[in-house]
């Protein structure tokens, strides 16, 4: 074959390919209604969500950050573990104990009447392990008639031990409740069980 | 770099709480600075030694009191120790245990109940907690009954598996009968060979033990606050 007769060949084929298309025209609404016919798939809001996490793709985070969300994790897990197993023993009633202070439970706190007898003092205080062995944190009040000194204290189950504190520099024990060992500090105490097992 | 001084903000916010521990702040302006330091490492390292958290509470309690008596810087140390000391005594001695339990177990040997005595204490409510039986315990050592009779009563009553009650029970009634001139051991063992004798679950053998003449003889009779006995 001469070039002339290839680049007659090349010309006639560019022609054809330059002309335009003739396309059917129902050939589209057939087309159209092929697709509305044929189902859709369907993908649920969950699979999606997977499908965005399982998805590899690079991620660009700070180790900094990385690290602050793995201690702040690690707290939060602490402090549930620990609320848990405190929330554990909590009993749900607390049966009547025979002497001593009165016991009553609400929530996780049980209140707790502290009563003395003390005809002649100007003032009681209430101190023991729940209030830091404060002087001032918890005074009694005095019945009307005079003698009587009360208070209710919200107490968290366990063991407690206190003192009642007379006119702000004598410390004596509840003489209606078990005693406590001496604390080391030459106090007289009590001691209250709060929760399932009160005394 | 402000991003990153945020970042270190934050995670220092995070730490400081945890790892002050929040009742070791009760003993911010009561004791001083070594003294705290002292009790926080005392607490420490009771809790590496495998007490409960919750009892280091317990310790800083300790402090605390001493603190509010006037106490001296080492005796208050010494007091928080000597507590964290039989408190790992008292777990020892009881096994698996509740914080409670330990609690009043360790003021149990800080009036001179052994060991042992827990541990059997243990064997006789191994499903039950002992922490009423230890406190009755303690209170009737408290008012004058020798350790070892009161610590074989409150046995003979755990050997029967006895409730709470009867512990309360008993020690009402015990203060009540020093009170009105009885001698503590005699009150004692009087009123537990009653509860055997009337208990559902008491045995003959039992009650003999706890009303042995042993009990009552060769011991201080002298009820507290009472006057001495002559010579």
Known sequence: MSERREFDVIDAAARTLRSPVVVDPAAKQRLVAALRDSPVPRVGAGRRAWHWIARPRPVMVSPLWTAAAAVLIMIGVFRAAIGWERTGEQPAAVPPAPGGPAVAAASNLHAVQFVLVAPGAASVALVGDFNGWDTGETPLAPSASGGLWSVEVPLAPGRHVYSFVVDGRRWIPDPSAARAPDSDFGTPSSVVLVGERSL | ?231
Not at chain 2, 156 to 171: N, S
Request: glycine share 10%; hydrophobic share 50%; no cysteine.
């Open chain 2, 1 to 231: 770099m402000r991003r990153h001084v945020l970042s270190l903000a934050v995670l220092a916010a995070a730490l400081a709480p945890a790892a002050a521990g929040a009742q070791f702040t009760r003993l911010d302006g009561r004791v001083d600075e070594g003294t705290r330091s002292a009790i926080v490492a005392i607490a420490d390292s009771a809790t590496l030694a495998g007490l409960p958290a919750e009892l280091a509470d317990k310790l800083v309690s300790r402090a605390l009191l001493g603190a509010s008596r006037g106490a001296a810087p080492g005796a208050i140390i010494d007091a928080v120790r000597s507590l964290a000391q039989r408190m790992g005594s008292a777990q020892q001695a009881l096994g698996p245990a509740r914080p409670v339990e330990i609690d009043a177990a360790a003021e149990a040997l800080r009036v001179g109940v052994q060991p042992l005595t827990l541990s059997q204490l243990r064997s006789a409510q191994p499903r039950g907690a002992v922490d009423v039986a230890l406190v009755v315990l303690v209170d009737l050592v408290q008012r004058g009954v020798p350790v070892d009779t009161a610590s074989r009563l409150i046995l003979a009553l755990a050997e029967t598996r006895v409730g709470d009650g009867v512990y309360h029970a008993l020690r009402e009634h015990v203060a009540r009968d020093i009170g009105a001139g009885a001698l503590p051991v005699v009150a004692a063992a009087t009123r537990t060979r009653g509860v055997l004798a009337t208990g559902a679950a008491t045995t003959a053998d039992q009650a003999e033990r706890v009303a042995a003449p042993g009990d009552i003889t060769g011991v201080s009779t002298r009820p507290r606050g009472g006057p001495p006995p002559p010579p």
